[in-house]
């Protein structure tokens, strides 16, 4: 099992920019895919960024369309850390974002949260137009 805490959120304005970390215990997370997902009031939880590891030094990374080219993801392997930055913030990426990890995720099962097993409370992200 694998205990996840995330930290980061606030309130910004729209354009800004937010820096949220996860933090893994419980053991190792070389070995497993890291997620960010997001729910926002009233919405389903969706996928925003996932890292995935090929068993070898590669991760993979992917990103939700909406969030492509102004969030990255990365992995600190020696630290068990996750963060994902965020940049140029809109009002429609409001929402809590959450930390997922699962050793079995691949890279085509990264974007689908029924197949994480290990999940963190979530930080609030608020944009403000």
């Known amino acids: 099992q694998v205990q996840l805490v995330e930290s980061g959120g606030g309130l910004v304005q729209a354009g800004g920019s937010l820096r949220l970390s996860c933090a893994a215990s419980?053991?190792?997370?070389?070995?497993?895919?890291m997620g960010w997902f997001r729910q926002a009031p009233g919405k389903e939880r969706e996928f925003v960024a996932g890292?995935?590891?090929?068993?070898?030094?590669?991760?993979?990374?992917d990103y939700a369309d909406s969030v492509a080219g102004r969030f990255i993801i990365s992995r600190d392997n020696a630290k068990n850390t996750v963060e994902l930055q965020l940049h140029s913030l809109k009002p429609e990426d409001t929402g809590v974002y959450h930390c997922?990890?699962?050793?079995?995720?691949?890279?085509?099962?990264?974007?689908?949260?029924?197949?994480?097993?290990?999940w963190g409370q979530g930080t609030q992200v608020t944009v403000s137009a």
């Open positions: 890292t995935t590891w090929d068993g070898g030094n590669i991760y993979g990374a």
């Open positions: 419980g053991r190792t997370t070389r070995s497993y895919a």
């Open positions: 997922a990890a699962d050793y079995r995720i691949t890279i085509a099962t990264m974007k689908e949260a029924d197949e994480y097993d290990n």
